[in-house]
Nanobody, 121 residues
Framework: QVQLVESGGGLVQPGGSSRLSCVAS????????MAWYRQAPGKQRELVAG???????SYVESLKGRFAISRDYYKRTVYLQMNNLEPDDTAVYFC???????????????WGQGTQVTVSS
């Protein structure tokens, strides 16, 4: 069973920083594509950043320079460092993985439960 467990959300003041973590289990982490998505109230879920199995990051153009995605293969964890946060960054942030479970060859997509980030003074 694949599990993605996010942590690190909460209330942040405008201009502040926060780091989200996503611990993956049950998936072959070293070969999985990982990503962060977010969904603001009343809006569709949108891609924030992705990272390939070899660690190459990619970002939504509008978030470049403020957000950074990284992964730790030993800890099986993907991070999202968010800086200079704005009220428009308020959303539920979801961890996403695309890869194979141990013992299986088919590639599937998986989602975490999400963690709330609220940017407000």
């Amino acid at each position: 069973q694949v599990q993605l467990v996010e942590s690190g959300g909460g209330l942040v003041q405008p201009g502040g920083s926060s780091r989200l973590s996503c611990v993956a289990s049950g998936i072959i982490f070293r070969s999985a594509d990982m990503a962060w998505y977010r969904q603001a109230p009343g809006k569709q879920r949108e891609l924030v950043a992705g990272i390939t199995p070899d660690g190459t990051p990619s970002y939504v153009e509008s978030l470049k320079g403020r957000f950074a995605i990284s992964r730790d293969y030993y800890k099986r964890t993907v991070y999202l460092q968010m800086n200079n946060l704005e009220p428009d960054d308020t959303a539920v942030y979801f961890c996403y993985a695309k890869g194979a479970q141990y013992g299986r060859s088919n590639i599937r997509s998986y989602w975490g439960q999400g963690t709330q980030v609220t940017v407000s003074s």
